[in-house]
C-alpha cells in the first residue's frame, strides 16, 4: 500500500493530472432535444462552470419550449454546483500532482476514491437537477397535462410528448472515465509488480 510507485505508474498520474486540466476546457455532458418543430434539433452543453447551447440559440429556444410546459428556465444562477466544481477539479488536479512528486500506491487508491465519489455524487445531483426541472411545473402554464412530468434522461433517450430527448457524455464525460480507467490500470499494473518482485 506504501510502496513506491514505477516511473511507468508515476508518468501516468502525471497524464491523469493533464486530462483532468482538460476538463476546464471540454463539456462534460450534452444534452438534445428534436421535435417536430425543431428538426434539426437543438441542445445543450454543461460544463464544469456553465451551461451553452449547441449553437447559439439552442438555450433560448429551450427555455422557451420549457415556458410552454411550466418549466423554470434554465440559467446558470440555478446551478450552484457551477460555482464549485471548478475547485473540486483543482483538488482532483492537486492530488495528481502531489501523487507524482510523492509516488506510493495508497495515494492512487485514494485519488480513485475521489473520483468514484465526485463520479457518483455528480450523477446524483445531475439527475435531482434534472427531477426538480420536470417536475416543479407552474400550474399556469400555457401547456398543462396533468400527471405529466418533463425530465429528461438521466443517460439515454426518452419521449417526452412530441419531443425526443437524449443524454449523453460528452468528451469531458469520456475523459473522466478514461482517468478512472488509467488509475484502476495503475492499481492492477502496481499490484502485479509487487507480487513479481
Known amino acids: 500500500m506504501?510502496?513506491?510507485?514505477?516511473l511507468k505508474s508515476r508518468y501516468l498520474v502525471a497524464g491523469v493530472g493533464f486530462l483532468l486540466l482538460s476538463l476546464y476546457f471540454l463539456p462534460l455532458w450534452s444534452i438534445r432535444l428534436v421535435a417536430p418543430q425543431y428538426p434539426e434539433g437543438m441542445g445543450m452543453y454543461l460544463w464544469a462552470s456553465k451551461i451553452t447551447g449547441h449553437s447559439e440559440f439552442d438555450l433560448q429556444n429551450i427555455n422557451i419550449l420549457n415556458h410552454y410546459v411550466g418549466m423554470d428556465p434554465i440559467v446558470e444562477q440555478s446551478i450552484p454546483e457551477f460555482q464549485y466544481m471548478p475547485y473540486i477539479l483543482a483538488y482532483m488536479i492537486l492530488g495528481a500532482v502531489v501523487t507524482f512528486f510523492y509516488a506510493r500506491r495508497f495515494m492512487v487508491y485514494l485519488g480513485l476514491i475521489n473520483l468514484t465519489l465526485v463520479g457518483l455524487a455528480g450523477f446524483y445531483d445531475f439527475?435531482?437537477?434534472?427531477?426538480?426541472?420536470?417536475?416543479?411545473?407552474?400550474?399556469?402554464?400555457?401547456?398543462?397535462?396533468?400527471?405529466?412530468?418533463?425530465?429528461?434522461?438521466?443517460?439515454?433517450?426518452?419521449?417526452?410528448?412530441?419531443?425526443?430527448?437524449?443524454?449523453?457524455?460528452?468528451?469531458?464525460?469520456?475523459?473522466?472515465?478514461?482517468?478512472?480507467?488509467?488509475?484502476?490500470?495503475?492499481?492492477?499494473?502496481?499490484?502485479?509488480r509487487s507480487k513479481n518482485a
Open 127 to 192: 439527475w435531482r437537477w434534472e427531477y426538480n426541472f420536470g417536475h416543479n411545473l407552474h400550474p399556469d402554464a400555457p401547456i398543462s397535462i396533468p400527471g405529466m412530468a418533463y425530465q429528461p434522461p438521466l443517460i439515454g433517450c426518452k419521449e417526452l410528448l412530441n419531443i425526443t430527448s437524449c443524454s449523453w457524455p460528452h468528451a469531458g464525460g469520456v475523459i473522466l472515465l478514461l482517468v478512472g480507467a488509467l488509475l484502476f490500470y495503475v492499481i492492477i499494473s502496481e499490484t502485479i
Open 2 to 6: 506504501f510502496k513506491k510507485l514505477s
